[in-house]
């Protein structure tokens, strides 16, 4: 459980008021804030009081994940090991679970609900008969390394933007420790091509004094949605996660939201076997809730994206000058956007409709 990681493992403090885990031992160290770069190396830097949510810790996602479902089973989860789903079982149209091989078994696993949480791909959706298609400029194509023999004493997630640097999305540097840390980047498929995000973190690593002497203690690469949220429910069905686009359009990052999200899920299933009802009008419940909670924020983030795409360095250069020493009441997009528009009045057009938004 847990492995392999595809994971940046940065989340909010916001977990520390859900009261989900009880054992710390899966952070590796705690931010004190966020420092973003524009492509001439302009820092807006954002203390933990100033970055409100934006800021939180760096953590191990494989014991985290594993916490999770130790927490799990003592509430009476079962897990299946080295199990895949290969297809649904369906009887007069209607889902009655699933068919999966375990340890190249073939067997076929009832369920009144099946939850499909199996990431960017999302092959639970499709057998559903909801379109999980991305189109290239709606989804990230990601590397990153965990090194070793780095110099990362500053407790600040670092991002670095730039056309040059990660067309169409951002470098990343999260401290995992004093000499370890995760350097990651992330491109939009529409401005990207074979070896590419390779090229270019290798590049980055290199140029970085702190970075240039570390040594790959992991590798992983793969892709995040950052699309619009889609269709999240069906008869007997509902998706949440990466597989239900779930993801912040504008950062990439996930896990803060599918915890909120799946806490909802597991409360309106309760309510569903309670009623015994697994219809997809009564799952919808689901999904109103959860676009209640996030469904806003994660489309005035697409849009932002989305212009964020026509801004070329030099303009990214002048925003981040502009912005180094103003004080956010706190950072979020809305505050950002709010931001922009006071000190840049000619993008009070594009930008205003994202503040009402």
């Not at 953590?59 to 297809?87: C, P, S, W």
């Not at 091989?101 to 609900?113: G, K, R, S, V």
């Not at 991002?159 to 939009?188: E, R, S």
């Not at 419940?285 to 849009?303: A, D, H, P, S, V």
Request: aromatic fraction near 8%; glycine fraction near 10%.
């Amino acid at each position: 459980i847990g492995v392999p990681v595809l994971c940046g493992e940065g989340i909010s403090k916001k977990i520390d008021s859900w009261g989900m885990l009880d054992n710390r031992n899966w952070i590796s160290r705690e931010m004190d804030g966020a420092r973003i770069y524009s492509p001439n190396r302009t820092m807006v830097k954002l203390s933990a009081e100033k970055a409100g949510n934006e800021t939180g810790y760096v953590i191990h996602r494989d014991l985290f994940d594993q916490e999770l479902a130790r927490k799990a089973m003592r509430a009476g989860a079962e897990y299946m090991m080295n199990t895949k789903a290969v297809g649904l079982i369906k009887e007069d149209g209607r889902i009655k679970g699933v068919k999966a091989m375990h340890f190249n078994e073939e067997l076929e696993i009832e369920a009144d609900i099946v939850v499909g949480a199996d990431g960017v791909e999302s092959n639970v959706g499709k057998w559903a008969g909801i379109d999980t298609t991305l189109k290239p400029k709606d989804i990230e194509s990601c590397l990153q390394y965990t090194l070793a023999n780095v110099d990362c004493e500053d407790p600040f997630t670092d991002f670095f933007l730039g056309k040059k640097i990660a067309p169409g999305g951002y470098i990343w540097v999260f401290p995992k420790g004093k000499d370890v840390a995760n350097v990651g980047i992330g491109i939009l498929g529409s401005l990207s091509r074979p070896g590419l995000a390779k090229k270019l973190l290798d590049d980055f690593i290199k140029s970085d004094p702190r970075l240039r002497k570390g040594q790959p203690l992991r590798v992983l690469a793969g892709a995040v949605p950052v699309s619009l949220p889609i269709k999240t429910v069906k008869d007997n069905l509902i998706l949440v996660g990466d597989a239900a686009r779930q993801v912040d359009p504008l950062t990439g990052g996930g896990l803060t939201h599918c915890l909120e999200v799946g806490k909802i899920a597991g409360e309106v299933i309760a309510e569903a076997v309670n009623e015994q009802n697994f219809s997809e009008e009564f799952l919808m419940k689901y999904e109103r809730m959860w676009k209640e909670r996030i469904g806003k924020k994660l489309e005035r983030n697409y849009k932002v994206k989305e212009l964020m795409l026509d801004l070329d360095d030099k303009t990214l250069d002048k925003l981040a000058d502009s912005l180094k020493d103003y004080n956010f009441d706190e950072f979020s997009t809305k505050g950002l956007i709010k931001a922009l528009v006071k000190k840049h009045p000619s993008l009070f057009v594009k930008l205003i409709p994202l503040v009402k938004g």
